[in-house]
């Protein structure tokens, strides 16, 4: 296996031979036998220890072992341990999913604090099983049925290849020694059902099972990246850009068939993945929007309209400028200058009477019940309405900016000055107001 397992590295994972890198170790078989693997064709690597404190005296010894390991080996051990049963009751998640965030968080840590490139761990072929499994049992598409990925931006997992089989071999072949964790052997959680009850049956009915599962999920990943290719073009198509925002045709997007596998293949990667939300959305009224965690999409008469949400977007709600500012850059670049005479107006600059403005000027979002003065028209004027007879899409209402005097607004910027700043015969002192996009 030690041929093999130098040759694949070689092969699929050559940067970490030159890199020094993190192996994640909790003293179980499979990170044993990975830290040996790789401490046996020299790689640069130093050894991390999580203890959850979940077992006790147990939880311990397996520190204890891990270090010891690190000693035999002349490597850098580094260790931490987590209040993880705290970390449960106060994030409200799974003991499972606790641990995972939080050795993660650490491994990051580590990373950027120590310069390691990749932190590599022991998932096998026997866990891209047991993984497989889990996700086709609760539903998925295709990226579920892919399996775990033998890398990412900072995680490598050399073993995938490799059953648990193989890796026990290699153990004992070499008087390697590890710690069993007593809680691996509880059916009551669902991967070790998995493990325990049901793949033992696959194994059965099929000697090859498991070789031939590596073979499909082989094509399986062929078949992503190929769908993966196709959306990305078509989205390039069908995602035109306006205003900062994705803005796309709903009669183009209800040609494509299969639609739902469509819809979930064009809005996966901004956090949209329950089908029928977005199948809804393509026949709701004009103003509904679904969110994701960072996205918001929204229709719009015959399009949808895909933005970042404004907590991503991080902008504040209100920005003051002095008098003295003669140009700002804030959420929006705006410049001031006086003039001695006026010009027309347009969508980038305005002339108002310097001596009707009350400061500081106020650069805010526009908030329900707003109104104003639309120039060159009698009365006032709802923004909303305004906004519904320019047929400004929903998705840019929330983006609008406006430049107000107090409460009065004095320009919705970019679209309409108020009648009320104007330059009079009798105006003693004109700004012009340009704003910088």
Not at 235 to 255: H, P, R, Y
């Amino acid at each position: 296996m030690l041929t093999d397992f130098k040759s694949h590295i070689a092969s699929n994972f050559s940067s970490l031979l030159k890199d020094r890198v993190l192996v994640a170790c909790s003293g179980g078989l499979d990170s044993v036998v990975l830290t040996h693997l790789c401490h046996a064709i020299e790689m640069d690597i130093a050894i991390a220890h999580c203890n959850f404190k979940l077992r006790g005296l147990e939880s311990d010894a397996d520190q204890v072992s891990v270090e010891h390991l690190a000693k035999q080996l002349g490597k850098v051990f580094l260790n931490t341990h987590f209040d993880t049963l705290g970390h449960v009751k106060q994030e409200k998640v799974s003991v499972q999913m606790a641990a995972r965030e939080l050795r993660y968080t650490w491994f990051h840590g580590l990373m950027k604090t120590n310069g390691f490139t990749k932190v590599l761990t022991a998932h096998h072929l026997d866990d891209n099983l047991e993984t497989f499994l889990i996700n086709l049992s609760r539903g998925t598409g295709i990226d579920g049925l892919t399996g775990i990925p033998e890398h990412t931006e900072t995680i490598a997992r050399p073993l995938l290849k490799y059953s648990r089989a193989e890796l026990l071999a290699y153990a004992k072949s070499n008087g390697l020694e590890w710690r069993e964790d007593a809680s691996n052997a509880d059916a009551k959680y669902l991967r070790n059902k998995i493990r325990l009850e049901l793949v033992p049956v696959l194994k059965e009915l099929h000697p090859n099972f498991l070789e031939n599962f590596k073979k499909s999920t082989t094509y399986l990943n062929q078949s992503a990246a190929i769908a993966k290719n196709q959306l990305a073009e078509l989205q390039k198509a069908l995602f035109v850009q306006e205003n900062g925002l994705s803005k796309i045709s709903i009669s183009k997007l209800k040609k494509l068939h299969p639609l739902d596998g469509y819809l979930y293949g064009l809005f996966q990667e901004f956090g949209f993945n329950e089908w029928g939300n977005l199948r809804d959305l393509l026949d709701a009224m004009s103003g509904k929007c679904i969110e994701s965690k960072t996205h918001i999409l929204s229709k719009d008469r015959g399009f949808l309209w895909l933005s970042p949400s404004d907590i991503e977007r991080g902008e504040a709600d209100t920005y003051a400028i002095s008098q003295n500012d003669n140009s700002v850059i804030l959420p929006i670049g705006l410049e001031f200058l006086d003039v001695p005479e006026r010009n027309e107006n347009t969508s980038a600059i305005i002339y108002v009477d310097k001596n009707a403005l009350k400061y500081p000027l106020l650069v805010r979002k526009w908030k329900k019940g707003d109104y104003f003065y639309p120039l060159g028209l009698q009365g006032k004027k709802k923004l909303a309405k305004f906004f519904k007879d320019e047929k400004v899409p929903v998705a840019l209402k929330d983006r609008q900016w406006f430049l107000c005097s107090g409460e009065d607004i004095v320009w919705v910027i970019g679209k309409r000055a108020d009648e009320r700043f104007k330059v009079q015969p009798n105006t003693k002192a004109i700004l012009r107001i340009e704003v910088k996009l």
